[in-house]
């Protein structure tokens, strides 16, 4: 017959609770993440075969892009600055998107910018003197919405006039960077499953070599390769 002792369960230390706890969150973070994130990377990984296949017949979307003018009745905007007059047409022509700024303004009378939205741009020529405003729009299929998303950011580094002035575009760039920093915690959780599996270790081991040998050729060994 069993002791008292022997019939209560051992406690765990506070240490072994604490690994255990971590691990159960570390699986959770990593696979609810993968989930959330599958479609963006997904979408990221098609968008980048395109990129680097842009001879591909049936994702062909410039070629195929559909281009019309229209030519609209405004009222010059009252507003000071550039933008606030970009803003003042669109409202009147019922545009949206972000606000590209394609030359400079050097006359007073009229002003030319592009709304942009992901695969389809209206370049906005104003006449304000003559109180009208001619449009060009130009949409690509979804294979050129899908190639755009990937390099879609609404700033340009070498041109200070163009910032994000569109919501959606601050909320896609926000996702991208949720994205960047989702993968780098999936990556690191993935090395702590791995670590604690003692028998994966070498292999573990062989194809996280392979990985940094590759990595680093692009990264640092070019450099050293071609001078």
Same mark, same amino acid.
Not at 87 to 112: C, K, N, V
């Given at each position: 017959?069993?002791?008292? =002792?022997?019939?209560?369960?051992?406690?765990?230390?506070?240490?072994r609770?604490?690994?255990?706890?971590?691990?159960?969150?570390?699986?959770k973070?990593?696979?609810?993440?993968?989930?959330?994130f599958?479609?963006?990377?997904?979408?990221?990984?098609?968008?980048?075969?395109?990129?680097?296949?842009?001879?591909?017949?049936?994702?062909?979307?410039?070629?195929?892009?559909?281009?019309?003018?229209?030519?609209?009745?405004i009222?010059?905007?009252?507003?000071?600055?550039?933008?606030?007059?970009?803003?003042?047409?669109?409202?009147q022509?019922?545009i949206?998107g972000? =606000?590209?700024?394609?030359?400079?303004?050097?006359?007073?009378g009229r002003?030319?910018?592009?709304?942009?939205?992901?695969?389809h741009?209206?370049d906005?020529?104003?006449?304000?003197?003559?109180?009208?405003?001619?449009?060009?729009?130009t949409?690509?299929?979804?294979?050129?919405?899908?190639?755009?998303?990937?390099?879609f950011?609404?700033?340009?580094?070498?041109?200070?006039?163009?910032?994000?002035?569109w919501?959606?575009?601050?909320?896609?760039?926000?996702?991208?960077?949720?994205?960047a920093?989702?993968?780098?915690?999936?990556?690191?959780?993935?090395?702590?499953?791995?670590?604690?599996?003692?028998?994966?270790? =070498?292999?573990?081991?062989?194809?996280?070599?392979?990985?940094?040998?590759?990595?680093?050729?692009?990264?640092?060994g070019?450099?050293?390769?071609?001078?």
């Amino acid at each position: 017959m069993s002791s008292v =002792i022997d019939q209560v369960p051992l406690r765990k230390p506070p240490s072994r609770r604490l690994a255990d706890t971590f691990e159960i969150w570390n699986r959770k973070l990593h696979y609810y993440l993968g989930l959330y994130f599958l479609f963006f990377l997904w979408l990221f990984a098609f968008s980048g075969l395109l990129l680097n296949h842009s001879s591909w017949k049936f994702a062909q979307f410039y070629p195929n892009r559909k281009v019309s003018k229209v030519e609209r009745s405004i009222q010059p905007p009252t507003a000071a600055t550039d933008m606030e007059q970009a803003r003042d047409l669109m409202r009147q022509l019922g545009i949206h998107g972000e =606000i590209e700024w394609t030359a400079p303004r050097s006359d007073a009378g009229r002003l030319d910018f592009r709304a942009t939205k992901p695969a389809h741009f209206e370049d906005i020529k104003a006449d304000f003197k003559q109180g009208r405003a001619a449009i060009e729009i130009t949409e690509y299929n979804v294979w050129g919405l899908v190639r755009v998303l990937h390099t879609f950011t609404g700033v340009r580094r070498n041109d200070s006039r163009n910032q994000r002035d569109w919501i959606l575009t601050t909320v896609w760039a926000l996702s991208m960077d949720a994205l960047a920093g989702g993968i780098i915690m999936m990556v690191f959780s993935s090395f702590y499953m791995w670590w604690v599996l003692k028998p994966k270790r =070498i292999l573990g081991l062989v194809a996280l070599g392979m990985g940094a040998v590759v990595c680093g050729l692009f990264v640092f060994g070019l450099r050293w390769i071609y001078p």
